[in-house]
């Protein structure tokens, strides 16, 4: 198996850390699960439905959330992605769309709520910028998907 979707996905996930970017709130989206879910959408067959626990952590490691945010909620949209691919005869690409930016969505709010239950006040309102930015730049994120597999496979 090549492992240039693993260390695209890595490198995403590490990208918000390894950025010279100061906030006062989180505005960057989740690179490394908007490339993950771009890759699975793409190729299905690419990775065992575990894949997302161990890529999850490595999030969880590179963003600070405490560890198993990422790997929980990760496994989830996967395990949502594959019930939704049984499902769907055919997709195009405003449903990958919509998909990734459910899948974002539902990453955002999921680690907020599990920073309310450690005790966090962050209101609601923090994580939009986080979605507006992920469903814009998901054209983008595919484009450097597909562009990657070509390069992939011709090597």
């Known amino acids: 198996m090549d ?17 010279p970017l100061v906030a006062q709130a989180p505005t960057l989206p989740p690179f490394g ?3 993950f879910v ?3 959408l ?11 626990a161990p890529l999850g952590a490595f999030d969880d490691v590179m963003s600070g959330n405490p560890l198993g945010t990422a790997i929980f909620l990760w496994s989830v949209i996967n395990l949502a ?6 499902r769907l005869f055919w997709r195009d690409y405003w449903h990958d769309w919509l998909i990734a930016l459910g ?4 990453f955002l709010f999921g680690g907020l709520v599990f920073a309310r239950l450690s005790g966090s006040s962050a209101p609601v309102a923090l994580i939009l ?14 484009r450097v998907v597909a562009r990657t ?4 496979m011709m090597a």
């Not at 190729?43 to 997302?52: D, F, S």
């Open 129 to 142: 910028p986080q979605i507006l930015w992920s469903a814009l730049l998901y054209p983008l994120i595919v």
């Open 81 to 86: 992605i594959e019930m939704v691919d049984t």
């Open 103 to 106: 899948a974002a969505a539902a």
């Open 38 to 40: 771009g890759w699975r």
């Open 149 to 152: 597999d070509r390069w992939r």
């Open 33 to 35: 699960l908007l490339l």
């Open 42 to 52: 793409l190729h299905h067959e690419i990775w065992p439905l575990w894949m997302a």
């Open 3 to 19: 492992g240039t979707p693993i260390l695209t996905v890595l490198l995403a996930s590490a990208l918000p850390t390894l950025l």
